[in-house]
């Protein structure tokens, strides 16, 4: 306990003697006086009994403490609920903490966390005198402060407080306690208050230990204790790059934080003008993944949003996407013939682009072996060897250069020569390089056992990937009649295996590029690979699998740095503007005849850079999965209670209790009014007494 008040102590001092005084003043000289009547026995009885003679001390002590009741009342005296912060002399030195996170966004009775903190940080200020020190501290990705050192300029305080906007990111505690312990060097018994919701995922792992040691920290929780919530986590395609005529297909992780399960409509929309939607149903607390084919058609950089319905937290509704289009990508097929109308070229034709009208994403264009040169593969990315004849020496080491450099090479080992084909371009890649060693072709009519089937896999390649889980059946239908007899040789990966060991199918890699090869042959009269259903989607998805570049960007996220390359000329006459359209600035460095730029990301949305020619680039960014998750943890919990004096303060009272201590006048007048009416009680039982 400690009192407000001291310095009037010792003029109510003097008051305690008013008692004894009266006690003094009150006491009469025993006296002799004749009687007769035994009225006057009986009085004379009473007035010597213990209590008559005690009355008079009894009647002190009550008094006394009635006084000194009194007296304590007006010294204001308060109890040090929350510790020896209290101080009376001396200024206050107080950091307020804000949590500027995603979480602090969400509505509750019409109300954000953040608007009530800015309220309690603002009753938190009030409570200060004018000599007392404020500071502001902004837990955001970074720790901003709003002085450079303790201010005692509290009208700039509130007005930072209320020009802070919302948040869309993550707050990092950590960064913020180190952002205290340098505003507060060289104080002692500062005071600071953490104001958050205290999310959970925010307060998972905070050090408290770099603050000072005689510093008290305070919690103020503005958050509500359920909030229900659902989110869009991640979304993208199931593939790295799209081209144009792609069927690719959506994918985005919907959460539901919330004991009530969700039923709704998840959106998505496609520059502004085309709207797709699909059904989705989550059970409380959980995820789930929904996917929608989308045709992609329109070269260039398109935008897609995916939205849910409205929510107490709105931003994690929403899922920004840029999706990048290229055009048509030229495959080129070679085989001994060069014709596209027969054979195995025509299969493999017709499954790159089995589309009316050559509508899909790849091109393939058919050549004979013999034009197969350095030339030729310097304009291409991808190459699909069928039937292909002799290989030169020269034609085995243009191979073997194009796969270093990066090519992808689909190679069907279903002619006469592939086995020394085989020799010639392992020992052009340095040897020990190709995944397999090839003995005799066997041929269907030479089999007694009959066709070869599939048994075995390796279903965790993403080459293999469309026969996961019950397609795997698929597999089982394949038939082949020609194939080679061969042997692991150690190196690559075999995928698929025959019903004798003999690999059916295998990768390698050399340098830069990735190599797939198939120990059997596309023609219908080799195997029934062409006549299965599977064949041009499972071809198409190696060739896409085997693209080398890592395709758009994933979205990036609020509180991030983005950067990008243009020319001098962009930036005179183009601009970037923000989600909202609002310009944004960014820093520059000269990267030779370019310019590099880069800017912040405080909010999510698309971020757009203009350029000269009238050409837009598009950057979307989007709000952290992991604020959406919007239960508490117990600020009890948190590692401060044990590495520091630290309490939990609970409204407007609690704050009142910090600054001045927990008020105990009003007690201290009950207690001297209880002696008022015990002293009365005294003397209503002594005088009965006597009556009687």
């Not at 994690?316 to 495959?331: A, G, K, W």
């Not at 998805?541 to 509180?559: C, K, N, T």
Request: overall charge negative.
């Amino acid at each position: 306990m400690q009192f407000l008040n001291p310095g009037i102590f010792g003029l109510l001092l003097p008051l305690v003697a008013v008692p004894l005084l009266i006690h003094l003043l009150s006491r009469r000289a025993r006296r002799t006086v004749p009687f007769s009547s035994l009225e006057l026995l009986r009085q004379s009885s009473a007035q010597q009994s213990r209590l008559h003679r005690w009355r008079h001390l009894l009647l002190l002590l009550v008094r006394t403490a009635f006084v000194l009741l009194l007296l304590g009342a007006f010294l204001r005296p308060v109890w040090l609920k929350y510790g020896p912060a209290v101080q009376t002399d001396a200024a206050r030195n107080v950091v307020l903490v804000f949590d500027r996170s995603l979480s602090m966004e969400a509505q509750s009775g019409g109300n954000t966390a953040r608007s009530r903190a800015v309220l309690e940080a603002e009753k938190i200020i009030a409570s200060l005198d004018s000599g007392d020190t404020v500071n502001l501290v902004l837990a955001g990705a970074d720790a901003d402060t709003a002085f450079l050192s303790q201010s005692q300029n509290h009208a700039e305080a509130r007005r930072a407080l209320n020009a802070l906007g919302p948040g869309y990111g993550e707050a990092d505690f950590g960064r913020a306690n180190l952002a205290v312990t340098r505003t507060l060097e060289g104080i002692t018994g500062a005071e600071i208050y953490y104001l958050s919701d205290f999310q959970r995922t925010n307060w998972a792992k905070v050090d408290f230990r770099p603050l000072p040691v005689s510093a008290r920290t305070y919690f103020v929780n503005v958050g509500e204790p359920s909030i229900p919530n659902r989110a869009i986590l991640k979304a993208g395609f199931d593939q790295s790059n799209l081209r144009e005529g792609d069927l690719a297909t959506l994918k985005a992780t919907v959460g539901n934080f919330s004991e009530q399960p969700f039923e709704g409509r998840l959106t998505f929309r496609l520059d502004d003008q085309a709207s797709f939607e699909q059904e989705t149903t989550l059970a409380p607390w959980s995820t789930a993944e929904v996917s929608l084919p989308l045709a992609i058609s329109g070269e260039g950089e398109h935008r897609l949003t995916v939205e849910l319905p409205d929510d107490a937290l709105e931003a994690d509704n929403f899922y920004f996407l840029t999706v990048p289009v290229s055009r048509q990508e030229e495959v080129l097929v070679a085989s001994q013939s060069g014709d596209a109308t027969a054979g195995g070229p025509y299969f493999v034709r017709t499954a790159v682009n089995p589309f009316r009208g050559e509508a899909g994403s790849f091109a393939p264009r058919v050549i004979p072996t013999a034009q197969l040169d350095a030339v030729a593969l310097s304009a291409t990315a991808k190459l699909i060897l069928t039937d292909s004849g002799p290989l030169t020496e020269a034609q085995a080491a243009a191979l073997a250069d194009f796969v270093f450099s990066g090519g992808a090479l689909i190679w069907f080992l279903d002619g006469p020569a592939e086995a020394e084909n085989a020799r010639a371009v392992d020992k052009a890649m340095g040897g020990g390089k190709f995944p397999l060693l090839l003995g005799p072709r066997r041929e269907a009519d030479a089999l007694n056992t009959g066709t070869q089937q599939i048994i075995r896999g390796e279903f965790r390649s993403p080459f293999l990937r469309l026969f996961r889980g019950s397609a795997r059946q698929n597999l089982a239908l394949l038939e082949i009649y020609d194939y080679y007899q061969a042997s692991r040789s150690g190196e690559g990966k075999v995928l698929l295996s025959f019903a004798d060991e003999t690999p059916a199918m295998a990768e390698f890699g050399h340098g830069l590029g990735t190599g797939i090869v198939f120990n059997f042959s596309p023609d219908a009269l080799s195997s029934n690979f062409a006549r299965q259903r599977i064949f041009p989607a499972w071809l198409q998805d190696i060739l896409r699998q085997l693209d080398q570049g890592e395709g758009p960007p994933p979205a990036s996220r609020v509180d991030t740095t983005l950067t990008a390359e243009v020319w001098p000329v962009d930036l005179q006459q183009g601009e970037l503007k923000d989600p909202q359209g609002e310009r944004v600035s960014f820093r520059r460095e000269a990267l030779g005849g370019r310019i590099a730029i880069a800017w912040e990301t405080p909010r999510s949305g698309f971020y757009q850079l203009k350029l000269a020619d009238g050409s837009k680039r598009y950057f979307a960014v989007n709000v952290s999965s992991d604020e959406s998750d919007l239960r508490l943890v117990e600020p009890s919990t948190l590692p401060a209670f044990e590495q520091k004096p630290t309490v939990e303060v609970q409204g407007q009272a609690g704050l009142r209790e910090v600054a001045s201590g927990v008020p105990l006048f009003q007690y201290f007048l009950l207690g001297a009014l209880a002696l008022a009416v015990l002293e009365r009680l005294i003397q209503f039982l002594l005088i009965r007494k006597v009556r009687s």
